[in-house]
């Protein structure tokens, strides 16, 4: 199965933007439905972002939706997440997961996770 290591966390301004990238090695990536989830402190991971293994299906949160944008390019084993209009609320852990086949929103559905990265946004 793929191992995934995400990149691209920082620290923000309130408004700006931010790209994580998650690239996978070890398998094959096109087979797994990748998604970003985040854990801020004190509080439990959330979803954030999946998409379909061939890219067609996006799925986001309401927190997130208009703001954020998922994307794969799968010849390059690599998944997106870019972050637009970014707010305090969205300070976060965020981590970047797969799972084989056809998964949704719940976590329980994914069992390959990477390391996280950090977000943080000041205001």
């Known amino acids: 199965q793929v191992q995934l290591v995400e990149s691209g966390g920082g620290l923000v301004q309130a408004g700006g933007s931010l790209r994580l990238s998650c690239v996978a090695s070890g398998g094959t990536f096109s087979g797994y439905t990748t998604a970003w989830f985040r854990q801020a402190p004190g509080k439990e991971q959330e979803f954030v972002a999946l998409?379909?293994?061939?890219?067609?299906?996006?799925i986001y949160a309401d927190s997130v939706k208009g703001r954020f944008t998922i994307s794969r390019d799968n010849t390059e084993n690599t998944a997106y997440l870019q972050m637009n209009s970014l707010v305090p609320e969205d300070t976060a852990v965020y981590y970047c997961?797969?799972?084989?086949?056809?998964?949704?929103?719940?976590?329980?559905?994914?069992?390959?996770w990477g390391q996280g990265t950090q977000v943080t946004v000041s205001s």
């Open positions: 997961v797969a799972c084989y086949g056809t998964c949704w929103r719940s976590r329980r559905d994914y069992n390959i």
């Open positions: 998409i379909s293994r061939g890219g067609v299906t996006t």
